[in-house]
């Protein structure tokens, strides 16, 4: 569960939130989408708290991430995955060490690890002959399911993903769709999505939140925004619309 | 003009706390030699060709300008000793920083700086390490090591270089050249070389991490990451050099 209570965000006297208010409920899929540069990436980030509101709090399964420390922000980041808008490997290891990277506590002996960093490669569909390959060697689609890989290893019951499928090709992005899907509704992870993909938000949403000019735009379940009067909301739809006839 | 000083200042204040933070991590940080050794072996071998190149000809440039001067007085026994002490004391850590600070300073800054604005810091951070542990004090400690490294090594180029240079070109006798150094030189300057060859060292560590880690904007951020890094280094070294020697010279002058 993520709750936003009237989170305000400035940056350098540019309001990006202004009085942001709304939940994630558990298991839900809401899909949060806005213009570039509205604020979408803050708003994940201020989840993990790699930012923090100037005004309002920001709560994960009722602990209050906006007031927690760099030290006591460790257990909110191991329940809630990020997965970043560019794959974010780190070069110099490899995929079985990029995906590995978060299973370093006492608990994750070298063979257990091993076998979770299969496992998960093995959800995103990569096979293990590319465990010992660098990220450079890979297609930008590859590491990005390597990145979503090392994102779900620690076994996060919450998801937050960063347009998750920008710059991927039509197959892989429905592979990536599908696999938001089932662990949603399988293992029952909340996920919140940051995207300008209507098309992907009219399939696969609970609920879709448009913001703009750092407030709700229009929030509600895909029917609700389909009938929703707002021109922008329209824009996204309209623009949805051409990218499925002209497929 | 003033909106550049405006930034340098801004820039400055943040290049403090970074450095405070970077200082604070190291001393919960459990030492750990090994990576240290390959990244100080790594970076002063990159840099070792640049550097030499330029020991061997600050030397050689000075030697032949000292003659020039000294011959016109029949002094030309003193030139191993102008000319050690010139090198070592000023020209010498000066230049061969700025190269430094070209070389070892860019690339640091253009390395963290992708790795901030790829979103690397965060993630890392997102999965429980500290960026600043893991990336930035391995490459800040790298890089005063082997700068003292470079710098020390580079300065005895300098030197050896001369004795050849004053001979060939200048026609001096190589034991002559020797014999003058001591006459103007002792132990202390030395050491007190070495103390500037770290400070440099660490101002291309601290200003060209501190630009990186904190890019901003994409590849133009990182862009203006580098240029800032190199910038920034060369501008605080001469500010250092200006300080620095004159209060050397100052205690040096006192112990004796
Ligand atoms: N750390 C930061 N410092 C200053 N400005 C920032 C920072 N992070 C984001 N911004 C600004 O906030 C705005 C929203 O950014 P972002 O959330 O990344 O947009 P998007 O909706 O495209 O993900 C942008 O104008 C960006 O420049
Ligand atoms: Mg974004």
């Avoid at chain 1, 209507?198 to 750092?214: F, N, P, W």
């Avoid at chain 2, 190149?53 to 600050?58: E, S």
């Avoid at chain 2, 020797?178 to 030395?190: C, D, E, G, Q, W």
């Avoid at chain 2, 990182?222 to 060369?234: D, E, P």
């Amino acid at each position: 569960m993520i709750r936003f209570e009237g989170v305000t965000k400035a940056f350098g006297g540019r309001k990006i939130l202004d009085d942001f208010s709304f939940e994630v409920g558990k298991g839900e899929i809401l899909f949060l989408l806005g213009k570039s540069g509205m604020g979408k990436s803050v708003t994940l980030k201020h989840i993990v708290g790699l930012l923090k509101p100037d005004w309002g709090r920001v709560f994960v399964d009722d602990i209050e991430v906006s007031c927690l420390d760099e030290a006591r922000l460790g257990p909110v980041r191991r329940k809630c995955g990020m997965v970043f808008q560019h794959p974010a490997l780190l070069d110099s290891l490899t995929v079985r060490e990029n995906v590995a990277f978060g299973l370093r506590a006492p608990e994750w002996t070298e063979a257990r690890a091993l076998e979770r960093v299969r496992e998960t490669l093995g959800l995103v569909h990569l096979g293990p002959e590319l465990l010992d390959r660098l990220p450079a060697e890979l297609s930008y689609g590859m590491q990005k399911r390597v990145s979503l890989a090392r994102t779900l290893a620690p076994g996060p019951d919450t998801l937050l993903f960063d347009e998750p499928t920008t710059g991927l090709d039509p197959i892989t992005t429905t592979a990536v769709n599908a696999l938001i899907h089932d662990l949603s509704r399988n293992l029952h992870v909340t996920s919140l999505v940051v995207s300008h993909d209507m098309e992907s938000a009219l399939k696969l949403a609970d609920r879709i939140l448009v913001l703009d000019q750092g407030r709700i735009l229009a929030l509600g379940t895909p029917q609700d925004i389909e009938r929703s009067p707002e021109p922008l909301v329209q824009d996204f739809l309209s623009e949805a619309l051409e990218r499925r006839r002209t497929r | 003009m003033n909106r550049a000083i405006g930034v340098m200042t801004e820039d400055l204040g943040g290049l403090a706390l970074f450095v405070k933070d970077v200082f604070l991590t190291a001393l919960r940080t459990r030492s750990n030699a090994r990576p240290l050794v390959a990244q100080v072996a790594l970076v002063s071998f990159r840099s070792l060709p640049t550097v030499a190149f330029a020991g061997l000809f600050v030397g050689a440039i000075l030697v032949l300008q000292f003659n020039l001067i000294l011959s016109r007085y029949d002094a030309q026994i003193f030139l191993g000793g102008l000319n050690t002490s010139a090198v070592i004391r000023e020209v010498g850590p000066l230049i061969i920083s700025f190269l430094l600070a070209g070389k070892v300073g860019a690339y640091t800054a253009a390395e963290l700086g992708t790795m901030r604005v790829t979103e690397q810091v965060d993630a890392i951070r997102c999965l429980g390490t500290d960026p600043l542990q893991y990336l930035v004090l391995p490459r800040f400690l790298a890089i005063i090591l082997s700068s003292l490294l470079l710098l020390t090594l580079s300065l005895m180029i300098g030197i050896a270089g001369s004795v050849v240079v004053a001979q060939l070109l200048c026609g001096i006798n190589p034991l002559q050249y020797v014999t003058a150094i001591p006459r103007f030189l002792n132990p202390a300057i030395f050491a007190a070389a070495l103390l500037k060859c770290g400070l440099y060292g660490f101002i291309v560590a601290a200003v060209s991490c501190h630009q990186g880690y904190t890019a901003r904007n994409g590849a133009r951020g990182v862009g203006q990451a580098v240029t800032r890094a190199a910038i920034y280094t060369n501008l605080y070294i001469i500010f250092a050099q200006f300080i620095a020697s004159p209060t050397l010279n100052w205690m040096l002058g006192a112990a004796q």
